[in-house]
């Protein structure tokens, strides 16, 4: 197919080098940032645009991944007609899209991605679209990237998103804490890869409520007061373990 990549930053040049890399023609990167958009661009052998007036108008998809507040702005600059469209916002509805495109969809990528990051990670997609045809080219388009695809509606997909906000981006600000605790305390951080690898390996043969463990889930009050005296002089921190704790006594009933 034919795509025009609208967008430079993490989604774009993952998903823009995973089309590229299917065999697809990237034939258009807009970014409102000339430099940006010229290394994606570069990236993807395309040429690149800055002004919405110089958008490709005969490409088969356009693929808009943009922070999710523009995406509510996005009529007052394009028009596709009906051409193929999808964003990529895991919690914006796919009718923010109604008024550039007759055919319009989602195409989010279940995965937290980075631009700077060299290997391409598995990063199943999710789609949704206004109508069956544009559902089925979705469709064909993200499994020509990915073995992994689902359709979904928004409300299912908002579920889904904030459950990924609690797998991912919490857990990776657990690790960030847990960095700056252990640099505090003259520890090195990367003493605990192993653990943290096999938390991650179990849950791939376990439900994560089967194996949970620590202070918490035994009930070993003498060890959570003295975490919590620990912190007595970080109080964000104190909060969120006293928080956590009781979660997990909440939820396993202890
Ligand atoms: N990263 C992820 O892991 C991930 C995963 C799934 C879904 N998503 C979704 O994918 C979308 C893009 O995320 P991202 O991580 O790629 O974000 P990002 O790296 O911050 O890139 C955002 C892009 O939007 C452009 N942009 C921002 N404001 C603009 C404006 N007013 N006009 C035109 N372009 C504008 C930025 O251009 P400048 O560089 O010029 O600012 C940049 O190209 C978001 O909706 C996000 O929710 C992200």
Redesign the pocket.
């Known amino acids: 197919m034919d795509i025009v990549i609208i967008?430079?930053?993490?989604?774009?040049?993952v998903l823009g080098r995973k089309l590229k890399a299917a065999g697809h023609r990237i034939v258009q990167v807009f970014?409102?940032?000339p430099i940006?958009a010229n290394e994606l661009a570069l990236i993807l052998e395309a040429p690149y645009c800055s002004s919405w007036s110089q958008l490709h108008k005969n490409a088969d998809f356009y693929l808009v991944?943009?922070?999710?507040?523009?995406?509510q702005n996005l009529s007052d600059y394009i028009d596709l007609d009906n051409k193929l469209v999808a964003?990529?916002?895991?919690?914006?509805p796919i009718k923010v899209l109604k008024s550039i495109s007759g055919n319009y969809g989602l195409f989010?990528?279940?995965?937290?991605?980075?631009?700077d990051v060299k290997d391409l990670p598995t990063t199943p997609i999710i789609v949704e679209a206004n109508n069956t045809k544009s559902l089925e080219q979705l469709t064909a388009i993200a499994q020509s990237i990915s073995p992994l695809v689902t359709e979904l509606n928004d409300a299912q997909r908002l579920h889904l998103h904030l459950a990924a906000v609690l797998v991912s981006n919490f857990t990776n600000h657990l690790y960030a804490l847990a960095e700056e605790y252990c640099i505090q305390h003259n520890l090195n951080f990367k003493k605990l890869h192993p653990l943290l690898q096999e938390t991650a390996n179990r849950i791939q043969l376990y439900s994560p409520a089967e194996v949970q463990t620590g202070p918490a889930i035994r009930n070993d009050t003498t060890t959570l007061q003295k975490h919590i005296d620990l912190l007595k002089d970080n109080e964000p921190l104190k909060h969120i373990y006293e928080v956590l704790s009781k979660s997990i006594r909440h939820f396993h009933k202890v």
Not at 7 to 13: K, L, P, S
Not at 87 to 92: I, L, Y
Not at 108 to 115: E, H, N, V
Request: charged fraction near 15%; charge should be positive; glycine fraction near 12%.
């Open positions: 967008g430079t930053g993490n989604v774009a040049t970014g409102r940032t940006v991944a943009v922070s999710d507040d523009v995406l964003h990529t916002a895991g919690a914006v989010y990528p279940l995965q937290s991605l980075r631009k």
